[in-house]
């Protein structure tokens, strides 16, 4: 090989050697985790727009049918409690976990009359 030879492939390999690592730089930058979860980020929040403008425009088309849907979702979300307040509605005896008190009134220790206090009209509270 001539020195020119030479001269030009060191060029060239310079070159080459320069284009690789502005490669690398440009890879290492796409490659950051910063960029993948801006990027990622981005994307989730043009995909959620896009849906919720499409519920909007859905709902607008069809109001009622929406409106059935969400009230048989609701329904069912909520079956317990309707059934459970359906049956103390209908229910002969009260509920298992309902606590009560029984007073006995055939005792003559105790009396269940509301005393009654005879005070004169003229008789009150000061202010």
């Known amino acids: 090989m001539s020195v020119a030879e030479i001269t030009r492939a060191r060029r060239e390999a310079e070159i080459a050697r320069r284009k690789l690592m502005g490669d690398i730089a440009v890879l290492q930058e796409r490659l950051s985790p910063t960029t993948i979860a801006t990027n990622a980020w981005e994307g989730v929040k043009e995909r959620s727009t896009e849906i919720a403008d499409d519920a909007v425009e859905a709902v607008k088309a069809r109001p009622v049918a929406v409106s059935a849907a969400l009230g048989a979702v609701t329904l069912f979300l909520a079956r317990n409690p309707i059934k459970s ?16 008190t029984r007073l006995d009134t055939n005792n003559p220790q105790y009396d269940l009359t509301t005393p009654v206090v005879a005070r004169k009209p003229d008789e009150g509270v000061t202010a």
Request: zero cysteines; charged letters at 25%; aromatic letters at 12%.
């Open 85 to 100: 307040a359906v049956s103390w509605l209908f229910a002969k005896k009260p509920p298992e976990d309902l606590v009560t």
